[in-house]
């Protein structure tokens, strides 16, 4: 009897409680902390937003020209791979909840390679340019291209660093948290990729 | 011997599917539309990518981060994320626009 009890807690998913005010952390998927981190995440990537945007109206014909260089069929395949690994990372999320260790694992290992494979051709696109002649002193476009993108590159470097961690110990806590941070960089790279590669061009 | 297997537990997909069907298809739009060049698409192109940043970011706060049950912070991020956008499409149509003329 006993030991049916203690099952049934297990499979159990976690009660989300009508939270006494809209604001309250507890219905908060993860760790608050994680979510006070992507609110700051968002505004850090977005002041340098703006900055870039900023400064297309100092130098419109340097982010003109720059622009001819940039891959945008490659950040666009990079794009809809960090979106599937996105997909993988809420997948294994769901299977965490019902206790299935093997296949949150297999979820977050589909989630981890791909992140991987992100890097890769993020790194990619660096070597074409460098060897373009194209690099962070080459003009304002490129110092904040490197930058920002740079910046979200050691994100997602970070980001498999807490899947890893989370596939060791896949409690329903744990995933719910290094998810959040690994969607974050998913939702960062979404706000980034238009901004940088479609928005100025014909657009 | 225990050949007794314990049945495989299932898990609804088909939300989190239909929600990376919409990302990707939203993200190749994008593409697309870069594609294009016309003097409208100038003034109207950046608001067009905004819109599709403001689609994208609300089905990841949605579907693959599970802020459903937390609509205040669903709202914050959401008008965080339309603040940056707006201001960025703002400056970049004004920068094109400058360009052109």
Redesign the interface.
Known sequence: MDEACQKENE?AERV?HQ?V????LE???GDPMM?IL??SE??VF?GA??A???N??LN??I??EARTHLN??LA?LN??IL??S??F???A???A????IVKTRLALLGAGSLGVVFIALKIFEYKEKLALGLNVETNTFYTLYYLVTGFHLAHVIFGLIILSIIALWPTEDNMESGT?FW?MV??IW??I???F??????? | MDTNKTPSKSIQMNDLLKAWVVLVALTLLGYGLSLFSSELLVYVGPLIIAALILFKARIILTRYLGLTRCPAWLSMLTSMIFTLTMICAALLTYGSAALTQ
């Open positions: 499979t989300y939270p005010s809209p604001w309250a219905n908060l998927p979510w992507i609110v968002i505004l977005g937003l703006w870039f945007a900023g297309e109206l419109p014909e982010y003109r945008v069929p666009t794009t809809i979106l599937t996105g997909l990372a809420a997948i999320v769901r299977f909840k019902i206790k299935e959040a969607h998913d939702l979404v706000i990729f238009p901004i590669y479609l928005m100025g061009q014909g657009l």
